[in-house]
C-alpha cells in the first residue's frame, strides 16, 4: 500500500517571497504520479500541478513547480511570488489503482502581506 | 460548464439516523469517487464507481454504501450515524478509473452529527 508523508502541519510565507512544502511518499511501483492539490478556505479542492515519475524533468505550472526525487520518494512543491491567494491548506497525493487517491495530512499555508 | 455539485451543502444530523449524499459529476465524466475529509486531515477514500459498477472501497464499514445512476450522478449513504462520522465528504469526478486522469472535486457536503 501506498503511504504519503507531509510532516510540516503549518508553513508561513511573507508576500512575494518564496516557499517549499515537503512531501515524501513510500510505494512499491516503478511507473506512477504524483499530485499536489490546493484547498482554500472555500474548500474547493483543485489540482495545482503533477508529477509523471518516469519523467527526469520536474513539473512547472507558472509560479509553482516540483522537486521530484524518485530514489529518495521525495516529492516537494516550490511556490514562487507568492500571492495572497496562496493562502490554502496543500496537499500532497498519490493516485492508486483507479485512480483512488492516498492524501498526505496537508499543511496550512499563510501568506503575510 | 458546470464543475461537481454536491448537495446538500451542510446538514445536521442525530446518532443513529441516516443520510443521503448526492453528487452530479461533471458532464462527459463517467468515474465518480467519495472522499471523506475530517477536520484538520487528508481526504480519505471511500468508494470509487465507473459505468454504475464499484471499482474500489476503502476501509470503512459496511454502513457506508453509494450507487451510481445511469446518468452518473451518485448517492453516498450512511447509516446508523455516530459522532466520528461527522466530516466533509468530497465527492469527485473524473473522465475514467485509470491513474493519468484528474479528478475534480466538488465543494463537498459538511456533515454534522450530534
Known amino acids: 500500500a501506498q503511504t504519503v508523508t507531509q510532516s510540516q502541519p503549518e508553513m508561513s510565507v511573507q508576500e512575494a517571497e518564496t516557499v517549499t512544502l515537503s512531501c515524501t511518499y513510500d510505494?512499491?511501483?516503478?511507473?506512477?504520479?504524483l499530485f499536489w492539490y490546493k484547498q482554500p478556505p472555500s474548500r474547493q479542492m483543485i489540482l495545482v500541478i503533477r508529477q509523471e515519475a518516469y519523467k527526469q524533468q520536474n513539473a512547472t505550472e507558472n509560479r509553482f513547480s516540483v522537486n521530484f526525487q524518485k530514489a529518495a520518494k521525495s516529492f516537494s512543491l516550490k511556490i514562487s511570488d507568492s500571492q495572497l491567494g496562496d493562502a490554502a491548506m496543500y496537499f500532497c497525493?498519490?493516485?492508486?489503482?483507479?485512480?483512488?487517491?492516498?492524501f498526505g495530512k496537508g499543511i496550512t499555508l499563510s501568506v503575510r502581506p | 460548464d458546470a464543475g461537481v455539485t454536491q448537495s446538500p451543502t451542510h446538514l445536521i444530523k442525530t446518532r443513529g439516523q441516516q443520510v443521503t449524499l448526492r453528487c452530479s459529476p461533471i458532464s462527459g465524466h463517467k468515474s465518480v469517487s467519495w472522499y471523506q475529509q475530517v477536520l484538520g486531515q487528508g481526504p480519505q477514500f471511500i468508494f470509487q464507481?465507473?459505468?454504475?459498477?464499484?471499482?474500489g472501497r476503502g476501509n470503512f464499514p459496511d454502513r457506508f454504501s453509494a450507487r451510481q445512476f445511469p446518468n452518473y450522478s451518485s448517492e453516498l449513504n450512511v447509516n446508523a450515524l455516530l459522532l466520528g462520522d461527522s466530516a466533509l465528504y468530497l465527492c469527485a469526478s473524473s473522465l475514467g478509473p485509470g491513474r493519468p486522469y484528474e479528478q475534480y472535486f466538488g465543494p463537498g457536503t459538511r456533515l454534522t452529527v450530534t
Open positions: 510505494t512499491s511501483e516503478s511507473d506512477y504520479y
Open positions: 464507481y465507473y459505468e454504475k459498477e464499484e471499482r
Open positions: 497525493a498519490y493516485p492508486g489503482a483507479n485512480s483512488k487517491l492516498t
